[in-house]
């Protein structure tokens, strides 16, 4: 059985303490994209950043854990409840049918894999039964359109389907080998990624599969909690963050992109952590790697973290011409980060990175989900902090957000978990990153929190809140939307 990762289970056991129930498990959310400029998905091709939110939780039909994904397109005024598309695999063109625990959307990951100029949804729904293989999984590539997502899609067949379950339980894109064309990673529950290089024809043949396989622990049979892609070398070659690999969650490998492919013979080994965001923060040509961990930990194996605690920390290790360089931590005892580390706050449990204010450097968005405010117990917050020349600016110019903050929708409250997920995209296509928030709000139904830039920080003006109802989804049961976005 596939061990539940622990990022996933403060999650569960938070909003469970909450219900009095059992949640189903919600995938690691998406972290930042493509290369050391983060790029936006633009499914329907307006030039405009489009974001695609999962409820791999929803019920479909009655058929609860079914899992829906919504692609929220964006505008001039960011992205509403009124410009979406809400697909399932019982929408027309989707492969399969919606079925008591699928958890379609459980993975999601972007790219135009097809070179029509649309950006294509890969969907992961590791719980489709296959056959008699209860957890044999499945993935779809959602095509784009002048429309947007429309349903129209292709399966990515498991190769090895007696070798593993959980396909399609992690995903990542990019151009591994340089060759201008969107490449795609599938994890499962083994320690073998498949590559799917050359991108895909509209009937969903790839333009060739390989296979990579990191160093692993000893023993270490169960596959990767989590996939970030990101040129942290500037060769123009997209690398691969693997996070949590094996039977050990603190095993985490960077793996160069080249000629061929990525390559597991000069993987190097990184700091512990559970999720991975890569941008250019400092503005030197390198992507660097910000990894969030976002438990109780002092030591990163075995090594004393300066000004840390239990309340989670970044790792944020820094790109160059050979690859990852040197690492500094982050916690909220560091500089003017607002808050104070105390246990249990999960601060770096989700990130990501876009330039808000258009200097060219790009900017970190850091969730602390299970923060107290005022005796709010797991209330959340997230923290924006700015990139410069010399990297993270913890000194000057942060800001923190809650829903008790003057203008964000809605109000402190127990087990909302705010910052659930998170994600800067320009979804207004005015060229600066945009905010957007997830959490477990109205007992994990779940919503997205739409906070923009006005060009020079994010803002609280133009705000608004996206319901898991409105955005529709079924609030039967614990949707969780919010919970991950697309790389």
Excluded at 13 to 36: C, E, I, R
Aim: aromatic letters at 6%; glycine letters at 16%.
């Amino acid at each position: 059985m596939q061990k539940q990762h622990l990022r996933i289970a403060l999650a569960t056991a938070t909003a469970a303490a909450l219900t009095g129930g059992l949640l189903t498990v919600a995938a690691l959310p998406a972290s930042a994209a493509d290369a050391t400029k983060v790029a936006q998905a633009d499914f329907n091709g307006d030039g405009i950043g489009d974001v695609a939110a999962s409820g791999s939780g929803a019920a479909v039909s009655g058929q609860a854990d079914a899992g829906s994904v919504v692609a929220l397109y964006g505008s001039a005024t960011g992205v509403s409840t009124t410009r979406r598309s809400t697909l399932s695999q019982n929408t027309t063109g989707v492969p399969g049918t919606a079925e008591k625990g699928d958890q379609f959307g459980y993975a999601l990951a972007y790219a135009d894999f097809n070179g029509d100029g649309f950006d294509d949804l890969a969907v992961g729904t590791p719980h489709e039964k296959v056959g008699t293989d209860t957890d044999g999984g499945t993935v779809a590539i959602l095509w784009g359109s002048r429309s947007g997502l429309t349903g129209k899609s292709v399966t990515v067949t498991d190769p090895a389907p007696s070798s593993h379950d959980y396909w399609g339980m992690t995903l990542a894109a990019g151009d591994f080998d340089g060759d201008g064309k969107a490449d795609l990673v599938v994890g499962s529950s083994a320690a073998t990624l498949y590559v799917y290089k050359g991108g895909f024809t509209t009937a969903g043949t790839p333009g060739a599969r390989t296979t990579v396989k990191p160093p692993i622990v000893a023993g270490g049979t169960n596959g990767p909690q989590h996939l970030a892609a990101g040129d942290v070398n500037g060769d123009g070659r997209t690398d691969l963050v693997v996070n949590g690999y094996s039977d050990d969650w603190n095993v985490n490998y960077w793996l160069p992109g080249t000629a061929s492919g990525l390559s597991a013979s000069s993987a190097v080994k990184l700091r512990l952590g559970i999720v991975t965001g890569i941008g250019d923060i400092n503005g030197d040509g390198f992507g660097d790697i910000v990894t969030g961990v976002g438990w109780d930990a002092k030591t990163s194996e075995g090594e004393t973290v300066p000004d840390s605690s239990d309340g989670g920390r970044m790792n944020i290790t820094y790109g160059s011409a050979s690859g990852p360089a040197a690492t500094t931590y982050i916690t909220q005892n560091t500089g003017s980060v607002p808050g104070t580390s105390e246990k249990g706050d999960a601060f770096g449990w989700d990130l990501d990175l876009g330039d808000v204010n258009g200097d060219g450097y790009q900017d970190l968005v850091v969730s602390a989900p299970n923060e107290d405010i005022d005796g709010v117990s797991n209330t959340g917050m997230v923290t924006v902090l700015y990139g410069s020349p010399d990297g993270v600016n913890v000194a000057s110019g942060v800001q923190s957000f809650a829903q008790s903050t003057a203008g964000v929708p809605g109000s402190d409250e127990k087990g909302d978990l705010f910052g659930a997920d998170v994600k800067l995209d320009d979804v207004t296509g005015d060229g600066r990153a945009d905010l957007l928030v997830g959490s477990y709000e109205n007992t994990a139904d779940g919503a997205v929190t739409y906070l923009p830039s006005n060009g020079t920080k994010i803002v609280t003006t133009g705000s608004r809140a996206l319901s898991a109802g409105a955005s529709g989804l079924s609030t039967s049961g614990y949707p969780q939307f919010g919970s991950v976005f697309a790389d």
